[in-house]
């Protein structure tokens, strides 16, 4: 997800802040005044993991500025265990989360050095997405033009449903209560991609189980979202195969379902936002390391339609 960027090839883009007809945006050295971005890294992942996703947006001109997040720095977050709200489930985001908001913070602040009192952009892979939320909504959102979420499970995982344990702990109901709508305004534009790498599988025909909070009931077909999808190429099989079962265990406990489409960690319909412009791509993996050689994290492989205008309306508008 993270090079989804570079098979996209619109005349102008959204993180540009003085689109002009003329620009070029694969030279960095354009007419454009791009906004800067900054790059939020997610669960497990260090800065050094999005390294092409930089070389990509600095294609079109746009200056990065990764969070400096090392793998070890998540082990921080054990400090949770001894707070009560975390057996509760009801755990809040500070002070646990404190070292992680810091680092966005001078991320952000080092990327306003480069805006000329002008916008920046967030884009937040995976947790690093509803963090991008929890900062927005404690500095505010004026020099915020763009949050742009890859594989963001952004919802909470229903309650009450036997066998799904909330990993964040309540941190993401924590933030669908308390953190502001998503819109999509010329002022402040929320986008949110999804991943349709693998489709999961129930491990027993039974092992869903029809609750209140559910997404839907288990013998429903899956409801398609508002989000438009790209190349659409995702045929379901008839054999299921051990890997989709044990892919559809861990959709299960994020999003109460197990026989869903997802990125192989998040499900489709937890990385979409009421209220974002939700972008779904066939064939793309969750983490920028350990995919296949020719599947890479979050890259979207140039197709035929690649240039279509529901791609690049959205990110290029």
């Known amino acids: 997800m993270a090079s989804v960027l570079s098979q996209i090839k619109p005349a102008y883009s959204a993180f ?38 930089e070389l ?7 200056e990065t500025v990764v969070a400096k997040v090392s793998r070890f720095d998540w082990l921080r977050n054990a400090a949770g265990l001894v707070d009560p709200n975390y057996w509760r489930g009801t755990l809040r985001p500070r002070p646990v989360l404190d070292w992680y908001l810091k680092k966005v913070d001078e991320a952000v602040r080092e990327a306003k050095d480069l805006t000329q009192g002008g916008t920046l952009s967030l884009i937040g892979h995976s947790a ?3 963090l991008a939320r929890i900062y927005m909504e404690d500095i505010g959102l004026s020099h915020i033009s763009l949050l742009l979420t890859l594989g963001t499970p952004h919802l909470p995982p229903p309650k009450g449903l ?60 899956q409801p398609i979202s508002n989000a438009a999808i790209i190349n659409n190429l995702s045929i379901p099989t008839s054999t299921t195969t051990f890997r989709a079962r044990i892919v559809g265990q861990g959709y299960k406990q994020v999003c109460g379902l197990a026989d869903v489409w997802g990125d192989g960690v998040v499900p489709e319909l937890s990385a979409h936002l009421d209220g974002a412009l939700n972008l779904s791509l066939d064939g793309v993996y969750h983490s920028p390391v350990g995919s296949d050689d020719d599947l890479r994290p979050w890259e979207y492989i140039s197709r035929p339609n690649v240039d279509s205008p529901v791609v690049a309306k959205p990110l290029f508008p």
């Open 128 to 130: 690093g997405g509803w």
């Open 56 to 62: 990509t947006l600095r294609q079109y001109g746009v």
């Open 162 to 221: 036997p066998g799904v344990i909330d990993q964040t702990r309540g941190l993401l109901n924590y933030v669908q209560k308390n953190c502001s709508k998503a819109v999509y305004t010329s002022d402040l534009k929320y986008v949110c991609i999804a991943g349709r790498y693998i489709q999961g599988a129930r491990f027993f025909a039974s092992s869903n189980v029809n609750v209140d909070g559910a997404p839907r009931p288990i013998d429903s077909v």
């Open 16 to 53: 540009s802040q003085d689109p002009s007809p003329s620009s070029s945006p694969s030279s960095s050295s354009s007419v454009f005044k791009y906004r800067p971005a900054v790059i939020l890294p997610g669960l497990g992942n260090n800065s050094s993991d999005y390294h092409k996703l």
